[in-house]
């Protein structure tokens, strides 16, 4: 894997002698400008990563840097889900519900080694990943992350948001589950995700 | 409230010449001093009592089953022992098969400083049920019902045995139990499946909250059902 | 009466509380001279007036209540008729996996339960431990742990005024208490190299000893930390807006808390002394000058200044411990739990086929049992361990402290208004890690 090269688009053709002041840009850059640097995080906490994210919004780390200091409790609100913190089964409708009521365009940050892959809790409650659950967009190891390490995860979520087109219709189509089984991806891939360090191998969604 | 309680202090029973507590050092595995509330139980209850043995400083009395709430609420209330506190109820299975489970009961009496720890066993061939102690400890309520979430030991008096930790629908079994495999009996796939069925919002109802009071007025043949054990709302 | 030294010196009466505890006058800022500018209590609410119940559903996603936790609420108007706590929606299986783990194995474990009391879970998990096994740690072992217990106490109690504050409406507090919280992950970073979660001990002794000039870092801590709780105080015991939010709510009388079977500082709020270091003392705990503060009514304010002052007295006891922390191993010498030095196994066959064994069999107690209680931020914490011989112990059972806490909400929020649930919530100190497992 490995970061593909973006396309080079960040032209901002400006003429300062002109009396009207205008910028020539492409509507792609500017729309994905905007969006990448005022994001509006819905903090999902549920555990020890849920610490370390208030550490990271807090004095010392200052999240405020990114756009972010506008925490979005409400789901409506927001566009990028941090999921922090472990996920067991009982949590699971309530997390596929959040990602339901968030409006496009929506991302999803999975926070820490439980959220990503379960961690340590391979056992009959967790949900091995929540991948399984929802579409992620980037994962953060650690146990839990440092603070820089959920900022590095931003950014690259960050840089995945620039490198957008509007006219991508597959980008943001919305997840659409299986009516009956509520699942949004087939039985045995959820069972090949759920083995043991089956997310580091099978990085489905990461999109970069 | 605005002239405040009187403070209590643990203790308070042994009057000032008690000696102040210290670090406990080299404790024995077995042996060592007993709580003299043992051989008070052995005196009072003694059909009732099986066993009593120190183990790394604790006194653990085995009760017959059927005998504990009498055993417990004596100690409660009699003024030379005074175990006013509910530490914790669980229960330990342990892996050899055949051997009984075990509800444990964590004991203290501020009043003498002292901690007890009874013990009930109870054989698998037989249904796992135990009578509550929620009518003295009220901070039973809880720790009973996460026992039999977990356990499946049925605490018979509790006012409200239902599932705490795991939802009500699970169908997987109790997690606790050694016949439990430890990712769970169905497939990862199987087990998202049945959670994500669940509805986040069902899981209250008017009539889960209410029922109780309504009870008086509902038809007959509903009262004779739930009172038949059924459940509501889910 | 008491054998040992206890002092009750929060000053716990509020001036303008009337009769019946509600706030009448209270003064709104520290004022010097003396004059209290007067806010208006809330009239009393009657139940029962419109005869028509709502229902209303907080959590398991919302902010204020610290986690995953869910309150179905039942209201007569803004009046709370019934309360019904639904926990269970961070349920890890923590203790089936202490079933299939080894003794120091489990110690991972423990970091992620209560994780914001992660060293003191350490602690009190390894004591458990030991007592299985029958270890009695070395001298400069415990005076370490103690440190360890009593920094995570100052941490836990600092997130829990930080979040309290953000739920009843102050944002600074939670600012600073995260910039001191900051420090002590210095601290702790620069002893194991993790900040939350940090597995500090083994069974038998310490993951590692603390790297040179850590103490003159701790001092330091311990010399400039006291500062900000004193300006948190300022800001917040005084102020009309925190008194009249929290005075009077949630209120347990000393015989309610015993039998509800509260710990802690619900506890000691609500006038029973009870102090696991003090009545059940551990690692010396006894010899350490520290006073236990007790508070006389019950009610949220008074657990406010019940952890206010446990914060000053960790700082004691951190201060004390690092003027006697002696020289000398961390470890036991004790080979059926300690690892053979590393350049010994590496030469000597016989070291290395100990490193081996006990590092894939892991160590054995003997049969037996043990529960071991210890003083954690939220109340008893008690580890019970059962052994059948075998590396893994049959049960590995956590006593959680805010599970039968918050056990009692319904006791007290009933009958008080919606936006008093969340102060009472939050004046519970609930960590869902802990109270699912």
């Known amino acids: 894997m490995g970061l593909t090269p973006r396309p080079e688009h960040r032209v901002v053709e400006y003429n300062p002698s002109s009396q009207e002041g205008w910028v020539a840009t492409k509507l792609d850059f500017l729309v994905n400008w905007g969006r990448a640097n005022s994001l509006w995080p819905m903090p999902f906490g549920t555990a020890c990563c849920a610490i370390e994210f208030m550490a990271t919004a807090a004095s010392r780390f200052d999240l405020a840097r990114f756009g972010m200091e506008r925490m979005s409790f409400s789901p409506r609100q927001a566009d990028v889900l941090i999921c922090a913190g472990r996920v067991p089964f009982k949590l699971a409708p309530v997390i596929r519900r959040i990602w339901q009521q968030m409006p496009q365009p929506k991302w999803a940050i999975a926070m820490g080694a439980c959220a990503s892959s379960g961690n340590i809790f391979d056992n009959y409650a967790v949900v091995q990943g929540i991948d399984t659950i929802i579409p992620v967009d980037v994962y953060v190891p650690g146990c839990p992350p440092r603070p820089e390490g959920l900022m590095y995860g931003i950014m690259l979520l960050q840089e995945k948001v620039k490198s957008e087109r509007m006219n991508d219709k597959t980008i943001r189509a919305e997840m659409e589950p299986d009516p009956k089984s509520k699942l949004y991806i087939p039985p045995p891939v959820i069972d090949e995700l759920s083995e043991p360090f089956g997310n580091s191998v099978h990085q489905t969604r990461s999109g970069l | 409230m605005s002239d405040g309680f009187e403070i209590q202090y643990p203790g308070n029973a042994l009057g000032n010449a008690a000696p102040a507590p210290v670090t406990p050092r080299d404790v024995p595995n077995r042996g060592g001093d007993q709580n003299p509330s043992g051989a008070a139980l052995r005196q009072q209850f003694a059909d009732a009592i099986e066993r009593v043995d120190v183990v790394w400083g604790v006194t653990n009395v085995y009760v017959r089953p059927d005998r504990v709430l009498d055993i417990v609420r004596w100690l409660h209330d009699d003024s030379s022992q005074r175990y006013d506190y509910l530490s914790d109820v669980t229960a330990v299975e342990y892996r050899d098969l055949e051997a009984p489970i075990e509800v444990v009961w964590h004991l203290r009496s501020l009043p003498f400083r002292r901690e007890l720890r009874l013990k009930a066993q109870l054989p698998k061939n037989k249904p796992l049920e135990i009578a509550s102690v929620w009518s003295i400890y009220k901070c039973a309520d809880w720790l009973e019902r996460e026992c039999f979430d977990m356990f499946g030991i049925r605490f018979i008096g509790h006012p409200d045995l239902r599932r705490i930790l795991m939802w009500e629908q699970y169908r997987e079994g109790f997690p606790l139990r050694k016949d439990f495999p430890l990712r769970g009996r169905f497939s990862r796939a199987e087990q998202l499946r049945q959670a994500l069925a669940a509805n986040p919002e069902a899981r209250y109802s008017m009539e889960e909250l209410s029922i109780a009071d309504a009870f008086e007025d509902l038809p007959t043949d509903m009262r004779k059902r739930l009172k038949g054990g059924e459940r509501t709302g889910e | ?437």
């Open chain 3, 1 to 437: 009466m008491a054998t040992q030294k206890r002092t009750v010196e929060v000053a716990l009466s509020t001036t303008g509380v009337d009769a019946a505890g509600r706030p009448q006058r209270v003064p709104l800022v520290t004022a010097d001279d003396g004059s209290p500018v007067a806010v208006e209590a809330p009239p009393m609410v009657e139940p029962d007036l419109a005869g028509e119940h709502m229902l209303i559903n907080i959590g398991p996603q919302h902010p204020a209540t610290h986690g995953v936790l869910r309150l179905v609420l039942e209201l007569d108007g803004e009046t709370v008729v019934r309360c019904i706590p639904h926990i269970g929606y961070l349920h890890c299986g923590f203790e089936k996996l202490g079933e299939y783990r080894q003794y120091n194995q489990i110690l991972p474990l423990t970091d992620r339960e209560d994780y914001l009391n992660a060293m003191g879970n350490n602690v009190g998990c390894a004591m458990s431990a030991e007592r299985l096994f029958g270890i009695e740690i070395t001298e400069r072992c415990k005076v370490l742990r103690v440190i360890a217990c009593e920094l995570s106490r100052i941490a836990s109690h600092l997130v829990w005024l930080g979040t309290t504050c953000i739920d009843i409406g102050a944002f600074t507090p939670f600012l600073w208490a995260f910039q001191q919280r900051e420090y002590i992950y210095d601290l702790i970073e620069a002893w194991v190299g993790a900040r939350l979660t940090p597995t500090i001990t083994r069974v038998g002794g310490l993951a590692a000893d603390i790297p040179d000039g850590w103490m003159a870092q701790l001092g330091e801590f311990t010399r400039k930390f006291p500062h900000t709780v004193d300006e948190i105080d300022k800001m917040l015991t005084k102020n009309g807006i925190w008194v009249g939010r929290t005075i009077g709510l949630g209120v347990m009388t000393p015989e309610e808390a015993t039998n509800w079977g509260l710990s802690g500082p619900m506890l000691r709020a609500s006038g029973v002394a009870f102090d696991v270091r003090k009545d059940f003392p551990y690692y010396d705990y006894e010899t350490y000058d520290f006073d236990v503060p007790v508070g006389t009514n019950g009610d949220v304010y008074d657990r406010y200044l019940v952890r206010m002052e446990e914060l000053r007295q960790s700082v004691r006891i951190v201060e004390q411990a690092a003027k006697r922390l002696p020289d000398g191993p961390i470890n036991v010498d004790d080979p059926r739990v300690i690892l053979p030095n590393k350049s010994k196994a590496t030469s000597e066959m016989e070291s290395m086929i100990h490193h081996f064994k006990l590092v894939m069999e892991g160590p054995r107690p003997p049969l037996g049992e043990a529960y071991v209680a210890m003083e954690s931020p939220k109340g008893e914490k008690g580890y019970y361990m059962v052994s059948d011989g075998t590396s893994k112990p049959v049960r590995w059972r956590i006593r959680p402290p805010s599970f039968v806490n918050l056990a009692a909400i319904p006791k007290m929020v009933e009958g008080h208004l919606l936006s008093d649930v969340i102060a009472i919530n939050a004046s519970i100190d609930i960590v869902m890690g802990e109270i699912d497992r």
